[in-house]
């Protein structure tokens, strides 16, 4: 088994959704010894510019036809990193929100990995995601708090993530969320975490 733990905060040991995130990776492993785990830090991370060379070859991908020698190459650095997202039986995301949405490394390696023929094909009734055997874990993590339905309609973090797990194929999810992070008092924010950590754990062992 292969968990692939993607994390896209900058803030290290500050970090909430890492705290939440890297808990279930410890205790995945205690669960599951032998896992091979692999951590890919987005803010660490060189990715591909998406240009019109790599939507050439993402075109000639999904629908057929001869891509450019350019959109060949640039295709081929988007596979290495698809290649790899693929390998993995588990992915573990740390997800902060910003500015109601994913950061932008996020978004830019979910616009490297989610690709024809890896994530999903085209088929005769629409899209269909190929990635039904893998199971996600996301910790995500707020400074604010979105729990009413007035507040609900400005978070793009979390439908957004869970709609693209929807287009991959992806239905074993599980996920937390911490929210208030910026409001709380450096007490709250232990007490916030610590239950977080606590079910990030269980969900691990369950
Ligand atoms: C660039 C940036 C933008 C942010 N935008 C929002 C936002 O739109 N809404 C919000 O509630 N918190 C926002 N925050 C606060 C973070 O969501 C909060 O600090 C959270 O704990 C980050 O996750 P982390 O602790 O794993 O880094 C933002 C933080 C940064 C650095």
């Not at 269909?128 to 055997?133: R, S, Y």
């Amino acid at each position: 088994m292969k968990l692939l733990y993607i994390y896209a905060s900058p803030r290290g040991e500050k970090s909430c959704s890492m705290a939440v995130a890297g808990e279930f990776v410890k205790a995945y492993l205690e669960k599951n010894p032998g896992t091979e785990i692999v951590t890919l830090d987005l803010f660490k991370t060189e990715l591909p510019v998406f240009d019109r060379y790599a939507a050439e070859g993402k075109a000639a991908a999904a629908r057929g036809g001869e891509p450019s020698e350019r959109a060949k190459q640039a295709w081929d650095k988007i596979a290495e990193i698809v290649e790899e997202f693929v390998s993995a039986d588990i992915y573990v995301f740390a997800v902060p929100m910003w500015n109601f949405g994913l950061p932008y490394v996020l978004k830019h390696y979910l616009d490297c990995v989610i690709q024809p023929g890896y994530a999903f094909r085209v088929g005769e009734n629409g899209y269909v995601g190929l990635l039904d055997k893998k199971k996600v874990f996301v910790a995500y993590a707020r400074g604010g708090v979105y729990a009413s339905e007035e507040a609900a309609k400005i978070d793009f973090q979390r439908p957004h993530l869970r709609h693209l797990f929807k287009f991959m194929g992806i239905e074993n999810v599980d996920e937390l969320t911490v929210e208030g992070t910026m409001i709380a008092s450096a007490e709250e924010l232990k007490e916030k975490l610590d239950k977080a950590r606590a079910e990030a754990r269980a969900l691990a062992f369950r």
